[in-house]
């Protein structure tokens, strides 16, 4: 289990640095203030930002994952809503101070530091221009589009495992009683995870009609850990979600599987048969890029158990 928590930590980072990856060359406002004055120029203010969150955590990766893997340790792995991530890692690194020498800590505080300012200003864009994060994320490397006829092969690893409520769950039996899966993993920390979360509740509704249902793989919940299962139940409940969130050991075929996902959230969509249809959609579900992907794999999965 220590094994796969410190995996996820390290997948946390990595989950972060796809929300925050941007390209570079940002062009300014034209009105030399450096304001952006439209949409398209608070994209790509958006952006550059998002790509200096980047550059610092990629800078002293292995820092950032001593960091996370204290929050873990100290139960700090629940972000409130509405709170600067900046404030989350400042809070995160001065619990656990003890941890790191005095110009590790210099190094993270100013870093965090720097992460605060610069949510601030993205906050401020978001007010500004209400819908910015979504048309910026949308056009991130983290994200992929899927053509609408593939279909993958693979079969969707087999488990038994429980949900978080601790009812008993045979994956072959869940998959073969719909017409479609759609499987998201996600885990507590990860901002677009949770960002994705109302979105995923709607779409489950509207699946439930139509023979389907969505199911969420939270990461941190391998083999049943009570902490984790905990805290992923609370924000669920925060957030309204009431589809299945399911749990298995980490040395099951499924358990395998999650450990070899290293950007999320990532979302699959599974048919009738078991099989996986087309290639996961890598990132959170919020542009309306991601959505039509999405969309145009349920049919095919629906096409599929016809």
Known sequence: ??????????????????LSLAACGTKTSDNGSGDPQNMDEAVEMYKKLMDQENEILSQNKELWEKVFMAANKRDMTLQEDGKNYGDFLLDTIEFAKDDFTDKEYKILKEGAEKIKELED?????????????????????????????????????????????????????????????VVNFWFTTCKPCVGE????????????????????????????????????????????????????????????????????????????????????IVGGITSAEQKEALSKLIDKAMKNSN
Not at 1 to 18: D, R, S, Y
Request: charged share 25%; net charge positive; no cysteine.
């Open 1 to 18: 289990m220590k094994t796969t928590i410190k995996k996820m930590l390290t997948i946390m980072l990595a989950a972060f640095m796809v």
């Open 197 to 280: 979360l109302g979105y995923l509740e709607k779409l489950n509704s509207k699946l439930a009609k139509q023979g389907g249902e969505v199911i969420g793989i939270n990461s941190y919940t391998l083999d049943g850990d009570k902490t984790t299962i905990k805290e992923a139940k609370e924000l669920l409940a925060k957030k309204g979600v009431t589809y299945k969130n399911v749990w298995f050991k980490s040395d099951s075929e499924a358990g395998k599987f999650t450990e070899g996902i290293y950007s999320f959230p990532t979302t699959y969509v599974v048919d009738q048969n078991g099989n996986i249809v087309g290639d996961p």
């Open 121 to 181: 200003q993205l906050a401020a864009l978001e007010e500004k221009f209400p819908g910015v994060g979504e048309k910026a994320n949308g056009n991130t490397s983290g994200t992929q589009s899927v053509p609408a006829d593939s279909v993958n092969s693979q079969k969707f690893p087999a488990f038994d495992g429980k949900t978080l409520d601790g009812k008993k769950v045979d994956g072959e039996k869940l998959f073969s009683g719909n017409k479609v899966t």
